[in-house]
């Protein structure tokens, strides 16, 4: 069995793509929509990894992120921050909370499963060709995939 991800952003299209992207890896890929539906899900059950949104609707990113590390249970979830802000900004988020890295929106598939694979090691993956692909804005196929 995979590893279990969990992608976090209110994106439904950016979801699908990560989704589409991670189970073609052979990942377990969980999307959640808001930091309430994360914290719930958490509460049924735990995740491997989480790709987190920094901009949720309903909760900040920052706020989502400490409640996860205040829990005894969750608090070694590896965390890898996805945002939409500058690089400065994010490398500055990414220095002051505890994340397993970030991901600039928008960003390759290559940098996304570069952020994984760290993040579990080369047992955690598979070899795809899905990395040579580029997710936004040219990865036309796979959008199109995903907008299915």
Same mark, same amino acid.
């Given at each position: ?26 990942y377990?890929?969980? /999307? ?7 914290? !719930? ?14 901009m949720?609707?309903?909760?900040? /990113?920052?706020?989502?992120?400490? *409640?996860?590390?205040? !829990?005894?249970?969750?608090? &070694? ?9 500058? &690089? ?11 994340? @397993?890295?970030?991901?600039? *929106?928008?960003?390759?598939? @290559? ?9 579990? /090691?080369? !047992? ?7 990395? &040579? ?6 990865? *036309?196929?796979?959008?199109?995939? @995903?907008?299915?």
């Amino acid at each position: 069995m995979g590893k279990r991800v969990m992608i976090v952003d209110d994106d439904p299209t950016l979801v699908r793509l990560c989704r589409l992207i991670l189970e073609r890896e052979g990942y377990q890929v969980l /999307g959640i929509f808001s930091g309430g539906e994360c914290l !719930n899900s958490l509460r049924r059950g735990t995740v491997d990894l989480i790709l987190l949104d920094v901009m949720l609707q309903d909760m900040d /990113g920052l706020e989502l992120l400490g *409640k996860i590390r205040a !829990n005894d249970y969750w608090r &070694k979830i590896p965390v890898i921050v996805v945002t939409g802000l500058s &690089k400065w900004q994010a490398e500055n988020y990414a220095r002051s909370n505890p994340v @397993a890295g970030y991901l600039l *929106k928008p960003f390759q598939v @290559a940098r996304l499963l570069e952020q994984v694979h760290r993040v579990f /090691g080369s !047992n955690g993956h598979r070899d795809s060709e899905a990395s &040579k692909e580029v997710l936004l804005p040219r990865g *036309k196929p796979l959008l199109q995939e @995903a907008l299915r």
